[in-house]
């Protein structure tokens, strides 16, 4: 029996596009082995954790909407998880990855086949560790690009960028974590900070590998800057440039144009760069941190990466020419910029803002000292130990998860008694407070929402022991940044001048110091999601909780059914 013309040829498009489909699927399935791999940095040779042994980690693209397997293979010595930050996972809180949340850590030699549900998000987002302080080497970029056919609301750059904030210690980080829990009190600082995993040229045996971006006169770079420090907010800048955010936490933003940024950890930022100056000039990428507490310790470095102009006369032996950055306690500098964003709220990409709250959920966060016994370490104030609570609760992680345990109905795993107000209530950020209010609860305590409830969360800073800023972040969701003020949030006065239009967007907002910043979102996707300080000391010293947003009526108001090889307690 023989075939006719169009009949062949309808063949041969099914096998293209089975061809296609094979390719795409093939395309979107990663390998992450995690395991040990040397680097040399600041002179000394170390080994660190990685993955595939990479520092920073591979890159993940992917289009919005898509839906990808990142298969995640532990040959290291440590227990791992892997989540990706700022991606909603819609129904799908199996393979977020918070250790001891939504699961039970990957042990060395096992394997977890993570699904990762892209959804609204569009633009630089990250993945990272999630156990322990593995993230300070186990991270990288997650780029999500416009649907096919799509293009940025901004005209097309020439190039794009990943630049990815870190911190580096000469020691091995997890023997840094010990130290600091074991003692009380605060960690030791990193040695350097780094970009794109170097540490830059104003560091001993590091300029021959300084991280160098190459560009041409007259085009438009878009650098994807991601903050994956452990536990300092950072401003950023290129000297001789500005730079013109377009994007915060994979959500479009009006252009904001700046001669530097602030971006806290865990935060993430599209900035255009337009290269206006002369071919051969050379101009140093830089970062340095803010820290608002005179009393807290901190790696007090510059981190620099180098700008080259093709073209010119050369004079590569110049030393390039420094951003001027704010100074490095510069409140007012760190806090104008970081409110001063706006969501681009645009007919492609409008701001859904809810205007009516189902609840209203105050939350103090803040750093404490506990009772300590001679047999501790008591390095914290007056002999004491730090803590760090969230509404005066130090979250304790339990030994299963919270996840199987909420589904499951495993009965003492954990409590449902976070409350919607602070249980004491006095002058947050007065400058001298009594030293029982230091003393915080010890207990793991969830928050049940109703599915489709939407909540606004304000979180309140306080001065116990010491005012700090705080970048809190919010697994599963996207929020609407709808307010912010220094001191004592007033619920009668302040919420009259919200920002009910064009509020940025974002997954991770910094609390300024003694101060308080007001979220909105709508609960609608169920599961258990892990709140937290992204500051990795205050994590540690317990500035967590976790929100169980209940399923809703209907099947796709539902989690979906758990992976088969979800890992093992």
């Known amino acids: 029996m023989g075939f006719n013309h169009n009949q062949i040829l309808l063949a041969a498009v099914i096998i293209l596009v089975n061809s296609f489909c094979f390719q795409a699927l093939e395309i979107r399935r990663y390998r992450f082995v995690v395991k040990e791999a040397s680097f040399k940095r600041l002179c000394e040779k170390k080994k660190i954790l990685t993955v595939n042994g990479k520092f920073p980690g591979p890159t993940i693209k992917a289009h919005k909407g898509d839906t990808i397997v990142v298969d995640v293979i532990n040959q290291g010595q440590y227990n791992i998880t892997i989540h990706w930050h700022g991606v909603k996972q819609p ?13 039970c850590p990957i042990q060395p030699g096992g394997r977890f086949s993570q699904k990762v549900i892209f959804s ?12 322990d302080w593995s993230r300070a080497t186990v991270h990288g970029a997650i780029i999500v690009y416009p649907r096919l ?6 005209p097309k750059p020439k190039a794009e960028i ?17 130290e600091f829990v074991g003692s009380g009190g605060q960690p030791r600082d990193s040695d350097a900070y780094t970009i794109n995993g170097q540490p830059g040229d104003l560091y001993p045996c590091s300029r021959a590998h300084t991280f160098k971006v ?11 800057v991601v903050n994956a420090a452990l536990n300092e907010i950072l401003f950023f800048g290129v000297a001789n440039h500005n730079l013109t955010v377009v994007n915060t936490d994979a959500a479009y933003t009006k252009r904001l144009t700046a001669p530097y940024i602030v971006i806290t950890p865990g935060q993430t930022m599209d900035c255009l760069l337009q290269a206006d100056q002369q071919p051969g000039g050379r101009y140093y990428i830089a970062a340095r941190p803010y820290v608002s507490d005179s009393g807290v310790s901190f790696d007090n470095t510059t981190v620099t990466a180098v700008l080259q102009y093709s073209g010119g006369g050369g004079g590569s032996g110049a030393s390039p020419e420094l951003p001027s950055l704010p100074p490095i306690n510069d409140t007012s500098a760190a806090v104008n910029f970081s409110f001063s964003l706006r969501s681009l709220n645009s007919k492609l990409h409008p701001a859904a803002v809810p205007e009516k709250i189902t609840k209203r959920i105050v939350t103090t966060v803040s750093i404490n000292a506990l009772p300590c016994a001679a047999a501790e370490g008591c390095r914290g104030p007056n002999g004491t130990r730090l803590a760090a609570s969230v509404s005066n609760i130090s979250f304790v992680n339990p030994t299963i998860d919270i996840l199987e345990a909420y589904v499951y109905n495993v009965p003492g795993v954990f409590g449902k008694g976070f409350p919607d107000a602070p249980p004491l209530v006095f002058n947050y950020t007065a400058e001298f407070l009594p030293v029982e209010l230091q003393i915080p609860a010890r207990a793991t305590e969830v928050k049940l929402v109703k599915y489709n409830s939407v909540l606004e969360i304000v979180f309140q800073g306080t001065n116990l022991v010491a005012g700090l800023d705080h970048p809190m972040h919010l697994h599963g969701f996207s929020f609407y940044v709808v307010g912010w003020g220094l001191g004592n949030f007033n619920a ?6 919200y920002n009910l239009v064009d509020p940025q967007m974002r997954t991770t907002v910094m609390v300024p110091i003694n101060g308080w910043t007001a979220v909105r979102f709508k609960a609608d996707n169920p599961g258990v999601w892990f709140m937290h300080c992204h500051v990795e000391r205050h994590m540690t010293w317990g500035m967590e909780t976790v929100f169980i947003v209940r399923s809703g009526r209907g099947p796709e108001q539902r989690v979906l059914p758990p992976p088969p090889d979800m890992p093992p307690c």
């Open 214 to 224: 190459k560009v041409k006169r007259g085009n438009t770079y878009l650098l994807r």
């Open 120 to 131: 609204k998000e569009e633009g630089t987002l990250w993945w990272h560790a999630h156990s």
């Open 162 to 178: 990943p630049i990815i904030l870190g911190e580096w210690w000469k020691e091995d980080v997890m023997q840094v974590m010990e």
């Open 492 to 497: 009668v006065k302040d919420p009259l001048n």
């Open 149 to 154: 056919g799509a293009s940025y609301p901004f």
């Open 91 to 103: 129904r799908n809180p199996w393979s977020d990855g918070p250790e001891y949340i939504t699961q």
